[in-house]
DNA sequence: GTGGTCTAGACCACG
DNA sequence: GTGGTCTAGACCACA
């Protein structure tokens, strides 16, 4: 059974809360190529959200190729393929992390402090992770 | 001389990705404290944006304390000040670090090579900060 | 019910009579944390200004730590925190101060007088506030 | 010997400072009625600001009513007129304190401490002031 | 329906 | 010349 968890307050939408949960959940074994997701209505009701909210992440999920719908039957997780390069993968990721190092300087942290800071976010998310398990 | 580069039709909306140029400027030292900024109609002539967007991404740095204005004279670097509690700089800082470990989970970095890089942008950040003085 | 007066041709920018009308109401327990304020589109109709003028208005009191967005469903009063550090909270009350006395002065009050009539606003917001309660 | 000290990088716009100087420079005495005051290009040379400056100060003065202009002899003190009464005199600092005391009481501080702030910069003023003599 | 961003262009304040 | 405010109106993202 995927059980979805829905932090509402904080920064990031609901849609996309659910899309990285989906892929979470794939990354991790708990769904497997082929496995069926909860329908759209299902999902809305268990979660309490607007069934478009759901709609949209499913949309998603499909645009990223790591989901297939299939007319009147429901969503299915896709055939894995890896989507982006190595470079590309890198590229992300260094576009997250530029702001932050700015940012965090000019908040007075080192680069020891922030470095830490990001392990302990890190392993928490991992803790999360393993809890859902 | 201090040159903004704008990705148009990005996710990133213009006037952050001002606010992050001039915020990494000033962080490694491209520009230092009483220095001018670029006025906000001659930049938003350069990069070819509404001057109210350059206007909007000024307002912000100095929400933040690090830039000033004086009227009918320009936008100058601030002198660094401790405007937030630790607790506060330490939730800016966090609110950063959150969404980069779970995108690059998601896009399959383990911990240590999310570290590395991190440290790598902060080094390329300080080193730059010499070869300006 | 929230309500909003604003004196255009005033000295002061509507946006910012929007953020002090706001901020009083918060202060003086009218909108307590949670509450949702008016939509951007509806107050700017009602008051008759354009939408973007009281965007920035609620942009402020964002910046301000008293307000929160949530996309899609509105601005709510924020849980209060420490943002600023001592200084800084000292800084800006000085700030609001020094023309104040400045002000007062060159319109024949003397010191007693003004502290007066400080005392009186501040018992006048603490009495609105238990009357909300 | 009027003697005018600009702070630049204050809130507070040169013209304004210049303005409120004058008019302290003749409650206290220092000037009286039918006293020249300097011309507008010495005050600018001396001062070290743009004479459009200098000018505005001077036009605010006169359309206050406190001071003359005479063709080609330059600017005198006027004949010292009431120009507000008690009640807006009263209304205009009130303006002034409503939003502080507001700001004040979102930022932690209690009624004493602000009082006493006030009371700080009444008398820092009234020093400063005595300075000038 | 909510908020978020951006443009074009106007008018005012300051130096 | 600089910045500051406001409008009208468009388009997008989120629920």
Redesign the pocket.
């Known amino acids: 059974m995927l059980s979805i968890q829905i932090t509402t307050g904080s920064d990031v ?4 809360q659910i899309v990285e949960q989906v892929r979470a959940a794939i990354a991790c074994g708990k769904l497997s190529v082929g496995d069926p997701l909860p329908s759209v209505r299902a999902l809305a009701a268990e979660i309490v ?2 069934h ?2 759901v709609a ?1 992440a499913y949309a998603q999920l499909i645009r990223d190729g790591i989901v297939e719908s299939h007319q009147g039957r429901g969503y299915f997780v896709a055939e894995r393929r890896e989507i982006f390069t190595k470079a590309e993968r890198t590229r992300r990721v260094n576009v997250m992390i530029q702001p932050l190092v700015s940012e965090a300087a000019l908040l007075g942290f080192s680069g020891e402090e922030v470095l830490a800071m990001v392990e302990k976010q890190f392993s928490k998310m991992v803790a999360s992770n393993q809890g859902n398990r």
């Open positions: 939408p609901i849609f996309r959200v607007n478009n909210t949209k």
